[in-house]
């Protein structure tokens, strides 16, 4: 967990916007020929952020294009604050490459939003904004920013402007990964403070669920899953949902009754099941290194990653199951080493066999 240094509230000249309701009904998209959105459907509360995630071309991004008003639904309704179409206010939006005029500083144009927008004091408050995301580059041109400055200065000058409702594509992909958590958590409470109504789409899905008051997974042009991050992120055993989250390992068990048999060990479900044999799906946090005599099952390492704060490791056990596991980094294993791994005393999700 990165700390967080807090920043001094917005100033008293600016007053706290209510954010705006957005609503899709039956959203379709479509681009030469191919399905981008289909029939989408979603509810954003005023100041709430809904945080969305997914792979590669699961049309996040086109969704939010959809609000922003720079696309138009082939079918369906984008409803900004009860108004759609041409009728609807513009949202603001920041994009991972968001487009820069040649002339003009970096500064001068979150002093001149600032000022657009009716703050008493505009160069206080485009000071502040730059703290508060990590700009220190304002006094050059906006087209000599690095791509990371860029981001910070598109979001700055955006939250000058005082919106009521805003879009981020990834708004923060450029910053390396200490800032851009720092950044995350300080511009999650700026807009928290605001009450912004904020869709925030991110490849990066740690950061939608760090985020997110409501977490929407997309896949393939439809919403699969929705709820606050926690909740989405218990769905392991479905595979569409589990695997955007992170990894997912699926080993061999026997449900009887209330409980399912792993490795020796038994575990309360999780919900109810039907007795017999199944497959319990773990995530790597609930798979622990233990000791030769201890309930489990025997495993050789495949590969092992030092991610900082934990050690992630692919083990192939005695029984066949490829099994990720995350562990301490002092618990070093090497390639080839042979380990001993059990579930943590945890309820167990499963699922039928085939």
């Keep these: 967990m990165v700390a967080v240094t807090p920043l001094d509230p917005p100033s008293r000249g600016a007053s706290r916007p209510t954010g705006w309701t957005i609503a899709l009904r039956g959203v379709r998209r479509e681009r030469a020929g191919t399905v981008i959105l289909d029939d989408v459907d979603l509810d954003v509360a005023p100041g709430s952020i809904v945080g969305l995630v997914g792979p590669s071309g699961c049309g996040a991004s086109t969704l939010l294009r959809l609000v922003g008003g720079a696309e138009r639904p082939d079918a369906g309704t984008v409803t900004i604050e009860g108004r759609v179409g041409p009728a609807a206010p513009r949202v603001a939006e920041v994009r991972d490459r968001t487009p820069v005029a040649r002339f003009g500083r970096a500064r001068a144009a979150i002093v001149a939003a600032a000022r657009q927008a009716g703050v008493i004091d505009p160069d206080a408050e485009a000071d502040r904004l730059c703290d508060l995301v990590g700009l220190t580059t304002g006094h050059k041109g906006v087209h000599r920013l690095s791509h990371g400055d860029r981001q910070r200065w598109a979001l700055a000058r955006a939250l000058a402007s005082r919106p009521r409702a805003l879009v981020l594509d990834d708004a923060l992909a450029a910053l390396h990964t200490s800032a851009r958590a720092e950044t995350r958590d300080r511009l999650a409470r700026e807009l928290r403070a605001r009450g912004v109504t904020t869709l925030w789409a991110t490849r990066d899905t740690t950061e939608g669920a760090a985020v997110a008051d409501h977490l929407v997974v997309m896949d393939a042009g439809r919403i699969v899953a929705a709820g606050s991050p926690d909740e989405v992120y218990a769905r392991v055993a479905d595979a569409a949902v589990a695997e955007v989250l992170g990894p997912v390992s699926a080993v061999p068990g026997i449900v009887e009754g209330v409980v399912v048999e792993v490795w020796g060990q038994e575990l309360p479900l999780a919900g109810s099941a039907h007795d017999g044999h199944c497959e319990v799906v773990v995530r790597p946090e609930n798979v622990l290194l233990v ?50 791994i059990a579930l943590a005393a945890v309820p167990a999700t499963v699922r039928p066999l085939g």
């Excluded at 192939?316 to 294993?333: F, I, K, M, N, Y």
């Design 291 to 340: 000791g030769p005599d201890a309930p489990g099952v025997d495993a050789v390492v495949e590969e092992t990653t030092f991610l900082g704060s934990v050690r992630r490791s692919t083990v192939l056990t005695s029984d066949g199951s490829r099994v990720v596991v995350e562990h301490a980094p002092d618990q070093r294993v090497d390639d080839r080493d042979a380990v001993r």
